[in-house]
């Protein structure tokens, strides 16, 4: 079958990586696992095994997926769009004492940034749900992700996803690992749920201040953020600073003062 690019299928071809994949997550019998896009089952062919509990998959191509329950007996494969699934209905909530979903994917680039945007709410809004996250993505994108203050990559995904998600930069897939190869190298990730995930704001003011600060990344943040009219004596961060130099702690104070502004 033809790869589909509109669906940025590129199949992985290398077992070294495939067994990369498979070692990082370290499965264990009665585990859930879900994975996103399996394809023709490359990744799902290290990782499926009848002594787990669940193996739930979604793939959108309707001439894959009903092939991939003759190859794994016992796999459920949902037939749909990702960026459609309802996560809080499909994945059933862990027992007591479970651990919670395993995901896995082999992302298609063209939709990994809002994927990842909604496990992050779903995460916040399920805390229990999920265990842990194995992503490959876009090497640059794994980059922004994992990115620390003061670096180039570091951006409004890298807060917004640091907020609630552990990031480790696991290693490097090279084009070649691929069939067809794409054009950029990819790089698998762990992200997993931090213990405290109450957050101190709403990610809705979050997200404004860090878009007025990275729209801005060059202007020092008193003239990036002027338009939220902020009281900087009250606040303990340099409005002398730019976006790329603040951390995390401190974008989550200047939202609060948008949001005591409100009151
Ligand atoms: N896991 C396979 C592998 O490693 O060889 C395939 C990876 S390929 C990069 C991405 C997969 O995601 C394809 O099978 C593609 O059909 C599927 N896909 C693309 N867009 C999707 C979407 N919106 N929802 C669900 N699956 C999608």
Redo the contacts with the bound molecule.
Sequence with gaps: MRP?KR??????HDTRILQGIASAMALRPGQQVF??????????EYLFDQRLERYLA????RD?APLLPAKFPGIEVLE????RTDFAAVLSAPDQGGSGWRVV????YN?SSPLLMQLVDHVLAEPMNVADMHF?LQKEMAERLSAVPGSKAWGRLSVMTQVTLDVQYLFDVPPES?RPPPKVDSSIIRLTPKKDLTLPVTRKSLDQVLRLAFAGRRKRMSNALKSLNLDWQKLSVDPGLRADDVSIENFLIIAGQTENLQD
Excluded: K, S, W, Y
Aim: charged content about 15%; overall charge negative.
């Design positions: 589909r669906f940025g299928q590129h199949f992985l994975e996103i896009g399996p394809g023709q089952g490359a990744l799902t979604v793939e959108i191509d894959l749909q769009d990702i960026l994917g082999n992302l298609p939709i490959m691929f």
